[in-house]
């Protein structure tokens, strides 16, 4: 009964060829996030959804970009993929309180290869 | 976003208790603290969170301090199944944002 669910756990793209990864959700959540984590490294926020709202993060290259359909779920897409894009990209789910009392539910990630 | 330290890597004996340390001193009156750990190849998992009271629940408890700067997890007695990296990040509620710091990797020993 996984409730975020991040599909392929993992996926290989050639350099510069556009990739989408994607996610779905079974807890309606209203704010989705994707999340880059290289090696050894923490997660770092690339954006964020709240509803239908765009959130970029300042330092998020235009490389990576996002799509968010309906509530349940939420793509990324890299369009021109670079070596140092190689990484884990993680989604996550959170329900919005008006405070900062909600956690934050992640799904299993996708570990992409650039080749 | 507000900054959280905590220290890069502890060390535990098994069925021994865990004090996880975090400092954030420039914690705002409205951040709530929250604590995710990230098992190896697996996505972040909640463990616990609080504002200004200590909390409890089944996997932690979280103690914070009197004027907030720090926070502490608590792991009663530490199992092989608990080693991970360990995250205190603050939530401002002025955002939805959970921002990740550089975590404690928590090796615990048979």
């Known amino acids: 009964d996984a409730m975020v669910i991040q599909n392929p756990r993992y996926q290989v793209t050639q350099f510069g060829k556009p990739v989408t990864l994607s996610c779905s959700q079974t807890?309606?959540?209203?704010?989705m996030y994707w999340y880059q984590q290289k090696s050894s490294q923490a997660p770092k926020l690339l954006f964020h959804?709240?509803?239908?709202?765009?959130?970029n993060e300042a330092d998020t290259p235009d490389n990576f970009q996002s799509r968010r359909p309906n509530t349940s779920f939420c793509f990324l897409d890299i369009r021109s993929p670079g070596l140092g894009d190689a990484a884990m990209y993680l989604c996550?789910?959170?329900?919005?309180?008006?405070?900062?009392?909600?956690?934050?539910?992640f799904g299993q990630g996708t570990r992409l290869t650039v080749v | 976003d507000a900054k959280t330290t905590q220290p890069n890597s502890m060390e535990s004996n098994e069925e021994e208790p865990v004090h996880l340390p975090c400092n954030h001193s420039?914690?705002?009156?409205?951040?709530?603290i929250h604590w995710y750990r990230q098992l190896p190849s697996q996505g972040p998992e909640y463990v616990i969170h609080?504002?200004?009271s200590n909390v409890n629940n089944r996997m932690a408890s979280l103690a914070i301090a009197e004027d907030r700067k720090s926070s502490t997890l608590i792991l009663h007695r530490a199992t092989l199944r608990d080693a991970a990296v360990y995250y205190c990040?603050?939530?401002?509620?002025?955002?939805?944002?959970?921002?990740f710091g550089t975590g404690t990797s928590l090796t615990v020993i048979p």
């Open positions: 807890l309606n959540h209203n704010v």
């Open positions: 959804y709240y509803d239908k709202d765009f959130n």
């Open positions: 996550a789910t959170s329900r919005d309180s008006g405070r900062a009392n909600t956690e934050a539910f």
């Open positions: 420039t914690i705002s009156g409205t951040d709530y």
């Open positions: 990040i603050l939530r401002s509620s002025t955002g939805n944002q959970f921002y």
């Open positions: 609080g504002l200004t």
